[in-house]
């Protein structure tokens, strides 16, 4: 479904985001959770995409599983990095042929470990993406391709000057991106204020915020490097301090912040929830069932 649809028939999305894993074992591990969330009907699931080719079959493959297997919508990251125009109309093409309905359109970041010549790119910005995948002539459907961006509450690293940042946002939208679809982060002021300075700026795309519960000690180690910098607020620091390392009362600590950002967000009437799950169902089925969400 065109996610202009998704967003008319949804007051509120829900929705999900997984990552290709590197082996056959774990993408069969990753599909029964795929299958658990599914009954929870979210408006729609995306998929990472790695760069340097690191994951891009898998990312293709997985993408075309969910759309011909589940009742799920698939939408597909997709990035400037390591592309040559013909490669990025390739891969439009075959997501168009599964009747693939959107895209979330990425600047990307370079592999690591090596030295990726950007100015190789045929685009250079994000912006740049979204207005050739808007191009697209030969989908099915004839609006073409539905695309999202992303946006950063907290700000994006590689742009300090937090205005100049908004003047990058606004060209995406202007592009012809049909929504927004945050960083994650774990104050919901960082969200507010950012939520009303796309309003000052003449964004009126949907946005939707992106949620990440710390399930263990190792994922609270690892979201800032994921995230790039996500900020900690210092009470979730002090709850994770009081669990004294005990696994289980780390993933209470993760799960309980989750779900009252996620009702503090529902009550000041957000557009959307996007669960970063970390290929794992757990701690979004509890959120949903303490928030009492129905499938």
């Known amino acids: 479904m065109h996610i202009r649809d998704i967003f008319a028939a949804n007051p509120t999305t829900f929705s999900f985001e997984f990552f290709p894993p590197k082996t056959d074992e774990a993408a069969e591990a990753l599909f029964a959770h795929i ?65 693939v309905s959107n895209i979330l359109a ?19 910005h994000a912006a740049d993406l979204v207005r050739f995948i808007r191009a697209v002539k030969n989908h099915p459907d004839a609006r073409g391709f539905g695309v999202g961006v992303a946006g950063f509450p907290e700000g994006h690293p590689a742009t300090p000057n937090r205005a100049l940042e908004m003047d990058y946002l606004k060209a995406k939208v202007d592009a012809g991106a049909d929504y927004i679809v945050t960083q994650l982060f774990f104050d919901n002021h960082d969200f ?48 994770i301090s009081r669990a004294n390392g005990d696994a289980e009362s780390v993933k209470r600590v993760g799960i309980h912040w989750a779900t009252e950002q996620c009702r503090d967000l529902l009550d000041n009437h957000v557009r959307g929830i996007h669960f970063y799950t970390l290929n794992h169902s757990h701690a979004t089925r509890e959120i949903y069932k303490t928030l009492g969400m129905k499938a």
């Open 35 to 99: 299958r658990d969330l599914e009954t929870l009907k979210p408006a729609f699931v995306s998929v990472t995409y790695g760069a340097g080719g690191s994951t891009r079959e898998r990312t293709h493959n997985l993408v075309v599983r969910i759309k011909e297997t589940t009742t799920l919508d698939p939408v597909p990251h997709l990035t400037c990095v390591c592309h040559a125009q013909q490669d990025i109309a390739a891969i439009l093409e075959r997501y168009a042929a599964h009747n």
């Open 192 to 239: 507010y204020d950012f939520r009303e300075r796309c309003e000052i700026a003449g964004i009126k795309v949907p946005i939707i915020a992106g949620v990440m519960p710390v399930t263990s000690l190792g994922t609270y180690k690892r979201i800032p490097e994921l995230a790039l910098g996500a900020r900690y607020p210092a009470k979730l620091q002090r709850a």
């Open 106 to 124: 990425l600047g990307g970041d370079p592999p690591a470990g090596t030295a990726h010549d950007r100015t190789k790119d045929a685009f250079q």
